[in-house]
């Protein structure tokens, strides 16, 4: 039996359900991010989050280069800030972060208001794997907003929850 190829395994992946997430990093001319849903927990003590970041993300060198980042789980009526960080209608660079209202965090990192959490954090680690860096950032400040919901995508659409 031949290995699943590529498009058969994103097919598959389709049908696990991600929480949307726009990572943050940059700065002026060069700030930007991109949506992730495979971000999770890694460490409770001390606080640690895992992505997976493609290398071809125009993102990906800038998380070396600036050494701290954003990471905003998107509630329920964020689905306009998934799409611009998705680049959706071509949207670049920093663009992807008008229509909604942001704070800047100790490290320097922009976070999102309103987000359910956001959290300030500075690069650990970036350890490359095929297409993929798995990025590990430490949590320097967590913001939260109760009742916001959760954004979802699942099976190639965006579903808020409430």
């Not at 097919?11 to 997430?21: H, P």
């Not at 297409?131 to 808020?160: E, F, K, Q």
Request: glycine share 12%.
């Amino acid at each position: 039996m031949a290995e699943p190829d590529g498009k058969a395994f994103r097919d598959a992946m389709r049908a696990f359900v991600g929480n949307c997430s726009v990572i943050t990093v940059g700065e002026g001319e060069e700030a930007t991010g991109l949506v992730v849903t495979s971000a999770i927990s890694l460490s409770a003590d001390p606080p640690l989050l895992l992505a997976c970041v493609n290398r071809s993300a125009s993102s990906h060198p800038l998380f070396a280069r600036y050494g701290h980042f954003g990471w905003n789980s998107l509630g329920a009526a964020h689905q306009a800030v998934a799409e611009r960080f998705s680049g959706f209608g071509g949207v670049k660079g920093p663009a992807r972060y008008d229509g909604a209202e942001w704070e800047t965090a100790v490290t320097g990192a922009r976070l999102l208001k309103g987000a359910p959490t956001a959290f300030d954090c500075t690069l650990e680690e970036m350890i490359d794997r095929a297409t993929h860096s798995i990025l590990i950032g430490r949590v320097r400040a967590i913001r939260t907003t109760p009742d916001a919901g959760a954004l979802i995508y699942w099976n190639g659409g965006y579903r808020a929850l409430t």
